[in-house]
């Protein structure tokens, strides 16, 4: 009898779970070239290197629905994401986007107002009646130009990653030690891609 998959037993079952309870499931193909993945790139590393962590159309689509009077291109707010510190004090200033503490220049008022990136009204709301789009992929290859790490699967809310999940084969001896050597070599090798990843645990 086959060995059960770690795919299989584990990572397949979370993305039905999440699709259960109203995540779309999408499929790494589709999560690539949404992320501006180069299709003719001979390598993984060649095909994620100017990829974005972001769901940038989306995400742009969202705060413009959630704050009217935001005017930016598409682009400048994953432009801003991408130049917070790669640190905690990085993670700090994302987790404060994340909470709607985040703020953005309105020329038409001449000031400063909150900038809304997620609405947490749909936490009392049915699937249904969602503002948020609530989206879960996997194998999330993310490079930074030395190195490359591949997450097992990330969750999105409106295009920005709130969870990374590493996943390994139950069977596995110390398989949870494993998992967390894993995602802290991902902190080590990769910090711009995982910091989004414990930023919302407690969606």
């Not at 990330?154 to 596995?172: D, R, S």
């Not at 070599?185 to 645990?201: F, N």
């Amino acid at each position: 009898m086959p060995t059960p998959t770690e795919h299989k037993t584990v990572q397949a079952r979370i993305l039905a779970y999440a699709q259960e309870i109203g995540w779309r499931c999408m499929p790494r193909a589709e999560a690539e070239a949404r992320r501006g993945f180069d299709p003719d790139g001979a390598t993984p590393e060649d095909r994620a290197r100017l990829a974005s962590l972001y769901f940038g159309d989306l995400m742009h689509a969202q705060v413009r629905a959630f704050n009217p009077k935001y005017k930016e291109a598409e682009g400048a707010l994953v432009g801003e994401f991408q130049r917070l510190n790669a640190d905690i004090a990085g993670n700090r200033d994302f987790l404060a986007y994340l909470r709607n503490q985040g703020k953005f220049f309105c020329a038409e008022e001449n000031r400063e107002l909150d900038l809304t990136l997620i609405d947490y009204s749909d936490l009392t709301k049915p699937v249904k009646a969602w503002r948020n789009v609530h989206e879960v992929t996997e194998e999330f290859y993310v490079h930074n130009g030395r190195h490359g790490t591949r997450e097992d699967v990330v969750f999105l809310i409106n295009g920005i990653p709130v969870l990374v999940i590493e996943c390994k084969n139950a069977t596995k001896d110390e398989a949870i030690a494993l998992g967390v050597d894993q995602i802290r070599r991902y902190h080590a090798e990769t910090p711009e891609g995982d910091g989004a990843g414990d930023a919302l645990h407690g969606y």
